[in-house]
Nanobody, 121 residues
Framework: QLQLVESGGGLVQAGGSLRLSCAAS????????MAWFRQAPGKEREFVAA????????DYADSVRGRFTISRSNAKNTVYLQMNSLKREDTAVYYC??????????????WGQGTQVTVSS
């Protein structure tokens, strides 16, 4: 079974940058589309970005497009989320997710435990 482990969260000032990583446990992870979601206190979990398994096709939520970049290294079984120009409203627990097939904004089968990102003013 595919397992996902996030890392790279932390405290950063507004305008700063962070890079999140998500390590997958299986070498066949390249067959899975990967995505990042986030959940802020008192809010529902929301889609952030997704990337396809083989061709690197990406999709972004409007709120992060132009500031965040999702990428992956199939050789390392890892997906990344580079977050630049961070805003206070980006504060949330960020989750990595995977699904077999193409990228989507919902219906992911595997989830990581989450990593906290806090943006201070």
């Amino acid at each position: 079974q595919l397992q996902l482990v996030e890392s790279g969260g932390g405290l950063v000032q507004a305008g700063g940058s962070l890079r999140l990583s998500c390590a997958a446990s299986l070498r066949t992870a390249s067959s899975y589309a990967m995505a990042w979601f986030r959940q802020a206190p008192g809010k529902e979990r929301e889609f952030v970005a997704a990337i396809s398994g083989s061709y690197g096709r990406t999709d972004y939520a409007d709120s992060v497009r132009g500031r965040f970049t999702i990428s992956r290294s199939n050789a390392k079984n890892t997906v990344y989320l580079q977050m630049n120009s961070l805003k206070r409203e980006d504060t949330a627990v960020y989750y990595c997710a995977a699904r077999f097939g193409g990228p989507a904004r919902e219906q992911y089968d595997y989830w990581g435990q989450g990593t906290q990102v806090t943006v201070s003013s």
